[in-house]
């Protein structure tokens, strides 16, 4: 027995116990900072020391200066001690950089060499980089599958001679060809003629793959299909024609929506239903439908019913018709809100991912001296956005200009300014950083002094400012609503992957405010608010559950709100 003991001491005092890195240096460069060498390098400070993984991590700083054009550079390490735990350093010895000489191109027979020459990143005097070999054949690639070239090929080789380097590519163009006809397979219920409409694609134009590449985002844009990819064709008995085909695989046309939550202080329910047919007529008519009820526990309540249409390609091409008719109610004690409209309007799909609108808004607001809004509005957006609905990267951006009353009639004569800016970024771990700003800004003119709270600025609740009551903010107010000319929205949000694949976690912070144009806008008077839910995937986009608490002035006894519904915030 002390036998065995003393072989486990001997043991213990000859490995040790398990070393921790306490610092990463760089010794001898002078090209590269020391933060561009760590994000090479796997050595930590604060991981377990493993030297394996440090000598891997010298060739991989020796490989990196390599690739920058210090091909006789070298990398040694070092292990010394530090206060407590090990020192990893890194010696470097660069030596001389690599400079490019020359670039040759050859093969070429449509592009002058000289346009080729323009458009490669690698250029006589640049300090040699590996990578852009690849960058310039990418770049000849792009240009000649965009001008009729779908079968090109481009080879890139360097050659050294002491520092100086030279880029030969070599370019084998094959046929120029134009479209000889465009396929669909894979749609069961959706007409090839919706596909073929939506890809803008026409046999007998040259080819583009640029143009197949926007084509694939439009039939995408029609939200008939989960998935879309495109293949080029090559018949054997034509030399100069592709068949271009595109393969669909459909998803439900058809869904059915709901959403609900509760306030509290006062208490009310928040209810709501919706159903959606994408396909309408199997022409890619898009119908929506909803209804929204919301009582509190006094006999009060709010309640609305809307519906919209939308028929692409209506006149010209790419506009579509869009129409848009509503009915509001609102009982408070004993005064009663009524208000019915429509928006009707043309709005077409400039790129991928820009659109503008056209549109005219009919309001009637009842029970009310001077309640009809008629009103002409300008606007656009662009959406880079992965998924419309569980966004993790991209953006989205909307702007509007709106006039009404003048020539248009009505009661209300006001100018209308507004944007809004919404970013996702994907963060390490899976997690996503979502942020949105909104701004706008009304202003009356002619008969009108001030804007009626129906066509002002309302703020507040689960999808503004949570923690607040719905439309609570503003200087001025008409019940228990409050409403302004100006505001301004921010939230930000922190969402964590989907968990076992379908549940994920969200920290935000909202913040706002509702103003008259001679307070203006200011960070001591910002109402903000934050909290917490819970996402669970489904397949018509995520469910939430919101718990939002005010942080400014919060009443006694406010212990917060709780939503829920479908989708995020934004």
Not at 249 to 272: C, D, I, K, N, Y
Request: net charge positive; hydrophobic share 40%.
């Amino acid at each position: 027995m002390p036998a065995a003991f003393l072989f486990a001491a001997l043991l213990a005092a000859q490995v040790g116990p398990a070393d921790t890195v306490e610092a990463v240096r760089f010794s001898g460069n002078r090209s590269f900072k020391a933060r561009a060498l760590a994000s090479v390098v796997s050595a930590r400070k604060g991981e377990p020391l493993i030297e394996a993984r440090v000598d891997n991590d010298a060739r991989l700083l020796a490989q990196f200066y390599r690739d920058n054009g210090f091909r006789s550079a070298e990398v040694e390490r070092g292990l010394g001690r530090g206060r407590k735990h090990s020192v990893v350093t890194f010696f470097v010895r660069e030596g001389p950089r690599a400079v490019i000489d020359t670039v040759v191109i050859s093969g070429n027979e449509y592009f002058d060499t000289g346009r080729l020459l323009g458009l490669v990143p690698a250029r006589p005097g640049r300090n040699f980089r590996a990578d852009l070999r690849g960058a310039s054949e990418a770049a000849l690639l792009e240009l000649h599958t965009s001008n009729g070239f779908p079968f090109v090929e481009v080879e890139g080789e360097w050659s050294f001679a002491d520092t100086l380097a030279s880029l030969n590519l070599e370019v084998r163009e094959g046929p120029r060809c134009h479209i000889g006809a465009v396929r669909v397979r894979g749609n069961t219920k959706v007409r090839t003629r919706t596909v073929l409409r939506a890809a803008e694609v026409s046999p007998g134009e040259v080819f583009n793959r640029r143009r197949l590449q926007v084509a694939q985002s439009r039939i995408y844009a029609t939200r008939l299909f989960s998935r879309v990819t495109y293949y080029v064709l090559r018949p054997d008995t034509l030399k100069d024609s592709v068949i271009v085909r595109f393969d669909v695989t459909e998803q439900p046309h058809r869904m059915l929506l709901f959403g609900g939550g509760v306030e509290a202080t006062p208490w009310r329910l928040l209810a709501s239903v919706g159903w959606e047919h994408a396909n309408v007529f199997n022409l890619a008519h898009n119908f929506e439908a909803g209804v929204e009820f919301s009582p509190d526990f006094t006999g009060d309540y709010r309640a609305s019913i809307e519906a919209r249409y939308r028929i692409p390609y209506i006149i010209f091409g790419r506009i579509d018709f869009l129409t848009h008719p509503f009915f509001y109610y609102d009982r408070q004690d004993t005064l009663v809100s009524r208000e019915y409209g429509v928006e009707t309007g043309l709005s077409r799909n400039l790129l991928p991912q820009l659109s503008a609108g056209l549109f005219n808004r009919f309001r009637l607001v009842a029970d009310t001296s001077s309640g009809i809004t008629n009103s002409i509005a300008l606007s656009s957006q662009y959406d880079t956005r992965d998924d419309v609905l569980d966004p993790r990267k991209g953006a989205y951006a909307r702007a509007g200009v709106e006039v009404a009353g003048g020539l248009l009639s009505g009661n209300n004569d006001f100018y209308r300014v507004t944007g809004e800016a919404r970013g996702f970024v994907p963060l390490p771990f899976g997690f996503t950083a979502a942020a949105r700003a909104m701004a706008g800004r009304v202003f009356p003119y002619g008969r009108t002094g001030a804007v009626p709270s129906y066509e002002a600025f309302m703020l507040g609740g689960r999808n503004s400012l949570r923690g607040y009551a719905e439309r609570s903010l503003g200087p001025d107010s008409t019940g228990d609503e409050r409403f302004g000319p100006m505001v301004l929205n921010a939230n930000a949000e922190l969402r964590t992957p989907y968990l076992f694949g379908w549940v994920g976690l969200v920290g935000f912070l909202d913040a706002g405010e509702v103003v008259a144009p001679d307070a203006g806008f200011a960070t001591g008077t910002l109402e903000y608010s934050a909290g917490a839910g819970v996402r669970v995937r489904t397949p018509i986009g995520p469910v939430r559950v919101d718990w939002g608490k005010r942080l400014r002035d919060p009443e006694p006894g406010d212990r917060g709100k709780f939503y829920l519904g479908l989708l995020h915030v934004f």
